[in-house]
């Protein structure tokens, strides 16, 4: 399909097809290295959260602790800070597990339109 001195598609169509597989391959690729980076800020949360429920927990128990809230303090129990701690870790895995179901749904997408120019670029020689 391609012409041996210039390197050019000869079929629009095939053509057609290439600029819009790099597109969607560009696009596909810059929103997986964006769920990267979100997973990666994720998991270190989870892993803060998960000190923090250590250190609090290393506490005894009958100590109120204060807990940030924007720019200000609460005095709360030790109970409700490590249930708050062990919700936002969940939370936290849930929005992750997400993101990697978007990022495998990506790049199956990109894998199913490459077979689908494969195909079109198939049928075009074979029609020759």
């Known amino acids: 399909v391609k ?11 095939i053509a057609n097809a290439f600029a819009e ?6 696009q ?3 929103q997986i290295r964006l769920s990267n980076a979100q997973i990666e800020s ?54 992750v597990k997400s993101l990697e179901a978007s990022k495998e749904y990506l790049q199956r997408n990109i894998e199913e339109f490459k077979n689908n120019v494969r195909e079109l670029v198939m049928t075009k020689q074979n029609s020759r």
């Open 3 to 13: 012409m041996a001195t210039t390197g050019q598609v000869a079929d629009p169509e």
């Open 21 to 26: 597989l790099s597109l969607k391959k560009i």
């Open 28 to 30: 596909a690729e810059g």
């Open 42 to 95: 994720l998991n270190r949360k989870i892993q803060h959260s998960a000190l923090v429920e250590q250190e609090v927990t290393s506490l005894p128990a009958d100590v109120n602790i204060f807990k940030a809230v924007g720019r200000m303090f609460l005095l709360q129990s030790q109970d409700k800070i490590v249930d708050d701690l062990k919700v936002k870790q969940q939370t936290f895995a849930e929005k």
